[in-house]
């Protein structure tokens, strides 16, 4: 399974960027799939995830209510819209996709078997 992520870029505060998720080599229906970010100096982070069937969704407490985490099922694409984006945004994002019970765990790096090549957001005036 490859990941590639699109949609990044410049974008003022306030502003909104829509990031996408697509897989290839293998239907990705029955992965979990999510979202983490590492800005410049620092760690991953986890951003958000949904469940393979998209009904179970997660944020982390700095984006929720700002981004929203979607499915196509139909397309095998994954879409992350963050609205109202802050400097403190600015990080590469990176789509991931792991199977297995979708727990507590789906916040850490450890659970996703597969990690996408990583797209840049830029959130600065």
């Known amino acids: 399974v490859q990941l590639q992520a699109c949609g990044g870029g410049l974008v003022q505060p306030g502003g909104s960027l829509r990031l996408s998720c697509a897989a290839s080599g293998r239907t990705y229906n029955a992965f979990n799939m999510g979202w983490f970010r590492q800005a410049p100096g620092k760690g991953r982070e986890f951003v958000a995830a949904?469940?393979?069937?998209?009904?179970?969704?997660s944020y982390a407490d700095s984006v929720k209510g700002r981004f929203t985490i979607s499915k196509d099922i139909a397309n095998d694409r994954a879409s992350l819209q963050m609205d109202s984006l802050k400097s403190e945004d600015t990080a590469v994002y990176y789509c991931?996709?792991?199977?297995?019970?979708?727990?507590?765990?789906?916040?850490?790096?450890?659970?996703?078997?597969?990690w996408g090549q990583g797209t840049h957001v830029t959130v600065s005036s």
């Open positions: 949904i469940s393979y069937r998209g009904t179970d969704k």
């Open positions: 991931v996709a792991g199977g297995g019970p979708f727990g507590t765990n789906r916040y850490t790096t450890d659970y996703y078997d597969y």
